[in-house]
């Protein structure tokens, strides 16, 4: 019986109950559209995406005894064989057991363990035995299987199947290969325990290479190891390295958790970290909105204007870096189009109380699909602000609530402690390469900012994240924040300052007028000429500034700062610059001052800038021929034919621009498109299910196109997708591109085009073409 028929089987024997708790387990497997029956969730359980997603939530112990039964040849997956190779009594790995069985993850059948096939390509190699023989010996010439059968004194059949059946009958019983190895001469056992060298260093060393050759004929002679036709070096097994290994090896197996020290804090109301955090988020936000900041080519902030804007605010990169993440997750900011500006929820968020606004970029990171804070990649390149945007790791996302977890369930702890903890419970997170030296420290002190935890302890804040509740989250961090004010002292050495946090309507005003000078728990301004005179740019004039100032002003304006805003006004726009698409030069200027006068030419918006200039506000081109039609004589001039007859840039950019889809309006309805998710009765799915009565499986034209054209689809991703095709949802497909690249994607509304998806990829954040017969397989997308 197959894995995956074990597995469908093993649903069929739960009652209601008992189906109901695994799709507790493993909600994702009935996402999207529900399986036709218990086959099709079968199949869903054993995606390997799907079994990763469920491993993210179980412990190291529970892990590790996955790992090891994996590494286990497939006859060889008892209980007592799997509690041999942990080194422990099958007692004690029941319980561990029976929870990876209650989330589907293996099948129990007595003593015998059945893993999904699809475990292998998750695990891989988990134990670095290699490959167990059951997969090697399929592979060799039938002849020298039945040498290495005669070497080892085995007579049993000649047929390939009896041959393979035999060896590996032989080599199922550990005290087979160590009586044969007992007999190797002393320089092969040496090799055999120093065989951890890789292949080119052989290569290298001629010793070495004469050292590895002597041992593997040896072993091949002997029977114990088979040469591949298509490698110079024979394959060890995953069983002779067991053996190698010894009895007194064991796979590693921590079933207690690490000891834990409470420390003297052991609660926690409030947090500093917010206390800093929240002016710098709203510096960092008003600076933004007031001078957008460049974005470079290849996405992200700069180096250069991330150091700019953080000495702009006094605040430290890692803060701007997290505020900036945290604004754009929100929409508070925009980053498109070359340049991080103002988002849509701008205007209202910053209307919004401190409280709504750090609750509203809490919850942005405790949804975001990476870590805000992470400066090194794991090979070491520096990562820019905002250059990770669409990006979705799970590890970053369980890292954070696995964190809080462990705080909410163990108490305050101190943070060496408490990731050794949390990586125990939830071993899967993601540990950035940054933090390689205290794992989780990234995680904590973007927690530590933003008020979810004060040093070793969870806050009031925390525990409602932790429970979705955004009520309790608002009042404790009103709680933790002083009263807005909305009124500020001005003094005679143009400064102002406003005691406790500036309100929107002052702090919008005096950073329009004036430059930040300190921050907390007061905030000073100071005025300049170079202030005063931002303020004028921005359109206002001298009187309305004075009025607006003094609206604020706790006791009036001070003369001195009466003056100066005066003499800045009487000097701002003594000189005056115009745009200008196209410029007119002529020695006549009666002749200019005729065009500028004609009525034919006035949509084109003609001025005189000067006796013998003329401004115009259309292209050089449409200006030509409008003067022509007009009667006039123009000629072209050489530097305004050079300016304009570039590289074409825009028009081969017009011309690629596919009709009606361009990438604004292509993501916006690819995501309007795809249908909020209800949350399912998981009780009413499992009811339905083993009543037979789940989704008809009968195919729609779209699933039959699927089924011809991606043939190597199963039919539970046939269905899936065909079903995001129809409602122009989101899905997941795992990939293998033209180049060989296999990458996971999730795509949303897509549309069959022959052979060929269109749709929108949220990795690239931007509309894809798949090839259907690359699609390997398809998922639920979260």
Partial sequence: MSALAALADSLRALDEDGLTAVLVRRPDAVRGLPPADLDELAERLSHP?????????????????????????????????????????????????DDLAASALLVRNGDR????????????????????????????????????????????????????????????????????????????RDWLHDSTQTTSEWLDDPDDYRRTREALLWLQEHGLVVADRYSYFPELSAELVLALRGPDWHAPFTPDPPPTHAPRTTTASGSVGLLQFAPDLLEVVDRVNRA??????????????????????????????????????????????????????????RAASPARQVVTVVQAWWTLGYA??????????AQRPLSRRGAHCGGCVAARRALLDTLAEHGPLLLDELAALTCWRRPLIHV???????????????????????????????????????????????????????????????????????????????????????????????????SVRRALDEGSSGERLTEALASVAETGLPQPLRYLIKDVARRHGSLRLSPAT???????????????????LAKHGLRLLAPTVLAADVEVPALLQALRDAGYLPVLDTPAHDSHDGDGTDDVAAALQRPGRTADTWSADARSAVPARPEQDLREVA?????????????????RTLSALAPQLAGGGVRLL??????????????????????????????????????????????RVFTLSRIESVYAAD
């Fill in 372 to 381: 805000p804070t992470e400066s090194v990649d794991e090979d070491g390149k």
């Fill in 49 to 97: 995406r799907l079994i990763v997603h469920a491993l993210t939530d179980v412990t190291l112990p529970h892990l590790q005894l996955l790992q090891a039964a994996c590494s286990l040849p497939v006859a060889a997956r008892t209980t007592g064989r799997l509690a041999a190779l942990l080194g422990t009594a099958e007692a004690r790995i029941d319980p561990l057991l």
């Fill in 113 to 188: 363990i059945v893993l999904p096939d699809t475990t292998d390509d998750v695990f891989g190699d988990p134990l670095a035995l290699g490959r167990p023989l059951a997969e090697q010996l399929p592979s060799h010439p039938v002849d020298q299987l039945r040498r290495q059968q005669r070497v080892l004194g085995l007579t049993s059949g000649t047929r390939r199947a009896e041959v393979v059946e035999s060896l590996l009958a032989f080599f199922a019983d550990p005290a087979n290969l160590t009586r044969v190895l007992d007999q190797a001469p002393p320089q092969v």
């Fill in 432 to 530: 950035l390469a940054q933090d390689d030296a205290r794992p989780l420290a990234s995680v904590a002190h973007e927690a530590g900012l933003l008020g979810v935890i004060n040093g070793p302890a969870l806050t009031d804040l925390g525990r409602a994240l932790l429970a979705d509740d955004p009520d309790a989250m608002q009042a404790s961090v009103e709680e933790q924040l002083p009263a807005t004010a909305e009124r500020a002292t001005f003094g005679s050495d143009l400064t102002a300052f406003v005691a406790g946090t500036p309100g929107a309507t002052v702090t919008t005003l005096l950073d329009s007028a004036a430059d930040r000078e300190s921050r907390g728990g007061a905030v000073t301004w100071r005025f300049s000429p170079g």
């Fill in 687 to 703: 009811r339905a299910l083993l009543a037979g009565s789940g989704p008809a499986r009968a195919a729609s034209l779209t699933a």
């Fill in 722 to 767: 065909a079903h995001a095709i129809d409602t122009r949802g989101r899905v997941g497909i795992d990939y293998l591109a033209g180049s060989g690249a296999r990458s996971t994607r999730v795509i949303a509304g897509p549309e069959l085009a022959g052979p060929v998806l269109v749709a929108w990829c949220e990795l690239r954040d931007a509309e």
């Fill in 582 to 600: 196209s410029v007119i030069r002529g020695d006549d200027p009666a002749l200019l001052a005729e065009a500028a006068a004609d009525r034919r």
């Fill in 292 to 349: 957008p900041v460049p974005l470079v080519k290849s996405g992200g902030v700069g180096v250069r204007e991330l150091t700019k804007l953080a000495k702009a605010c006094a605040a430290d990169e890692v803060t701007v870096r997290l505020a900036l993440e945290l604004a754009v997750a929100a929409g508070i900011l925009d980053a498109d189009r070359g340049r991080l500006g103002a988002g849509e929820q701008f205007a209202s968020w």
